[in-house]
């Protein structure tokens, strides 16, 4: 069942919508909870206490960073103010072991950040919060401007990056590299969040 798992890391004061539009397109259609979803959500943080998002609620992980498993489908770098503390130094093996196994890589506003900081975008398009902050956070360890991309968010060789308002482009591209759902029930899902009920079905 693992390799069926999407792993979203949750560091403290983690922002909590950067993940709900992905997390419910896993689990549920237009109109109830999928019976046999394709993938299952799971939590991982530093350790097997409660994490705390910036808006103060509460999220139990499933695993820590000592007993997660090594077979996932997806790991989810969800943006935050922790990629600011030190505990981002337990991350980066993680992360490195994902791509040297091929696995997809989703990050987020300060998840972006944090990839650059580590040296994982040097390789691949991408985009984040800005290359200004990009370069300032990744410093000499970031050495690939030239593949800064000024979108919501850009997909290349299954690493998906985004800037924090880029949450509905960065859920499409990870819907579609994990092939969730057919490209048009994807798409739909996009524009009906994008748009609106209102402006998709006038009366």
């Known amino acids: 069942m693992a390799s069926k798992e999407i792993l979203y890391i949750l560091l403290p004061d983690f922002a909590s919508h950067e993940m709900v539009y992905l997390m419910e397109a896993i689990s549920s259609d237009e109109q109830q909870l999928k019976a046999n979803p394709k993938y299952i959500n799971k939590i991982i943080a530093p350790a097997m206490e409660p994490v705390t998002a910036i808006g103060g609620f509460r999220v139990l992980p499933d695993y820590s960073f000592e007993n997660m498993p090594d077979d996932y489908a997806a790991l989810i770098l969800v943006g935050g103010y922790g990629w600011l503390t030190p505990v981002v130094d337990m991350v980066t093996p993680i992360v490195r072991k994902a791509l040297d196994k091929g696995i997809i890589v989703g990050a987020i506003c300060n998840g972006a950040s944090f990839m650059a900081k580590c040296g994982f975008l040097n ?78 079905f006038p009366e």
């Open 123 to 200: 390789n691949v398009k991408h985009t984040g919060n800005g290359l200004n902050q990009l370069k300032m956070w990744g410093g000499n360890n970031y050495t690939n401007s030239d593949g800064y991309i000024h979108k919501q968010a850009v997909s290349d060789a299954k690493i998906v990056t985004a800037n924090g308002s880029g949450v509905l482009e960065f859920t499409k591209e990870l819907l579609s590299l994990l092939e969730n759902d057919t490209p048009e029930r994807i798409e739909m899902y996009y524009q009906f969040n994008k748009q609106g009920f209102c402006a998709l």
